[in-house]
């Protein structure tokens, strides 16, 4: 699915279509509607720029036990290589 932004409306909002794109990657990452992943790959930014962007704006990272956990077993795994 594609998703077609007016011009007038990204002119109306004095930002270019990646700014735009940032605006929306992060509004939907605060909202938990898009992951970390998601969010990154929407604004066409690395995870870790993504994660700068966020850190700038002082957005708080969801980070939970079962992503700790996948974290560890990633780490583990890893480890055995």
């Given at each position: 699915?594609?998703?077609?932004?007016?011009?007038?409306?990204?002119?109306?909002?004095?930002?270019?279509?990646?700014?735009?794109?940032?605006?929306?990657?992060?509004?939907l990452f605060?909202?938990?509607?898009?992951?970390?992943?998601?969010?990154?790959?929407?604004?066409?930014?690395?995870?870790?720029?993504?994660?700068?962007?966020?850190?700038?704006?002082?957005?708080?990272?969801?980070?939970?036990?079962?992503?700790?956990?996948?974290?560890?077993?990633?780490?583990r795994?890893?480890?055995?290589?």
């Amino acid at each position: 699915m594609s998703l077609t932004i007016p011009d007038e409306i990204v002119y109306s909002t004095r930002m270019s279509v990646p700014e735009l794109k940032q605006e929306i990657a992060v509004m939907l990452f605060q909202k938990e509607k898009l992951t970390m992943e998601q969010a990154s790959k929407f604004s066409e930014m690395s995870i870790i720029r993504f994660q700068h962007l966020l850190a700038s704006r002082r957005v708080p990272v969801h980070y939970d036990v079962d992503d700790f956990e996948q974290d560890l077993t990633t780490l583990r795994q890893m480890n055995r290589l």
